[in-house]
């Protein structure tokens, strides 16, 4: 199936049946950050229905692969049967299971050391602190890391107290915006939607 009528139809499956892909208001921010990235080795935290995943195979260069991770099964199997239909299947991986130790694992591997050149995190928000560490020794020496809703409903930049429910993750998401900050890169928070972080790393510039 052409790709960009596969997207639309995933657009409209993710409204029908609530699944949470990348805001229209940050859609073109996303593509304009892959593009001008051109990156070869993408790696992706939290694959859902396969969009973002089949949006970085779209706008990257040819010869790029993606890395996906989902740990959800029933939308891994959705993942699949969507990419199963694009002409751009070959460039993406599903990897199943637990992102924390699937990044755990890869780090541990001289394989992936300074490997990808693109990172696209959008899987639990309490958890981004513990993906970071383990995704910089993965970087090459200039990536771009995308991170989804980072500002949480407003709450991670406003003095409002958040719901007792959310307190856990917005203390990590802001866990998350300092270490950003400390990588010595740039880092620019889109505020459309629900906060899209585009981060350049530098790798002599990260002091860690």
Not at 122 to 127: E, L, S, T, V, Y
Not at 135 to 156: K, Q, W
Request: negative net charge; hydrophobic residues 40%.
């Amino acid at each position: 199936m052409e790709t960009r009528v596969l997207l639309r139809e995933m657009e409209d499956y993710a409204a029908q049946h609530g699944v949470p892909i990348i805001r229209a208001q940050e859609h073109a921010i996303f593509v304009h950050a892959v593009q001008a990235a051109a990156p070869h080795h993408i790696l992706e935290i939290g694959t859902a229905i396969g969009y973002s995943a089949l949006l970085l195979a779209y706008y990257s260069p040819a010869g790029s692969s993606i890395l996906t991770m989902e740990k959800d099964e029933r939308r891994m199997q959705e993942a699949a049967a969507f990419l199963g239909q694009s002409p751009l299947r070959e460039k993406i991986s599903v990897l199943p299971g637990d992102a924390g130790e699937n990044l755990a694992r890869l780090s541990a591997d001289p394989a992936y050391q300074g490997y990808f050149d693109f990172v696209f995190i959008d899987a639990a928000k309490g958890q981004y602190p513990d993906y970071l560490r383990k995704i910089l020794p993965m970087l090459a020496d200039r990536a771009v890391i995308l991170s989804d809703n980072v500002l949480f409903r407003g709450y991670v930049t406003s003095g409002e107290k958040p719901p007792r429910r959310y307190k856990t993750i917005v203390k990590r998401l802001r866990e998350y915006l300092a270490m950003l900050a400390e990588l010595g890169g740039k880092t620019k928070i889109y505020e459309d939607g629900d906060g899209l972080a585009v981060t350049e790393f530098r790798r002599e510039d990260y002091a860690g």
